[in-house]
């Protein structure tokens, strides 16, 4: 099994910034991909960055140039500084990691998510 932990997120203002971390630990083999989703209120759950299959780094069009992503390898752990928030970007992300566990098990796991709001 893997098990995931988030941290950061919370409250800022518009062009603030705010910084997530997910470190990822159990019997894990290799990781495929590390990436961020997030759910706003009333909609459904999205992509927003992150390293995906064969480590290319991507980004939703809403938060080019805003968010970046960054990851360190040896504590399987990935972090999201995002900066020049909008009230847009209010939302729970959740970090999700695509990995081969030690036992050649491919599963998807996710964070417990983090609630991240923007407002003035």
């Known amino acids: 099994q893997v098990q995931l932990v988030e941290s950061g997120g919370g409250l800022a203002q518009p062009g603030g910034s705010l910084r997530l971390s997910c470190a990822a630990s159990?019997?894990?083999?290799?990781?495929?991909?590390m990436d961020w989703y997030r759910q706003a209120p009333g909609k459904q759950r999205e992509l927003v960055a992150g390293?995906?299959?064969?480590?290319?780094?991507m980004f939703a069009d809403s938060v080019k140039g805003r968010f970046t992503v960054s990851r360190d390898n040896a504590k399987n752990t990935v972090y999201h500084e995002m900066n020049s928030l909008k009230p847009e970007d209010t939302a729970v992300y959740y970090c999700h990691v695509q990995a081969r566990t030690a036992d050649s098990v491919i599963g998807d796991y996710w964070g417990q998510g983090t609630q991240v709001t923007v407002s003035s």
């Open positions: 159990g019997r894990i083999f290799t990781i495929h991909s």
């Open positions: 390293f995906t299959t064969g480590s290319r780094l």
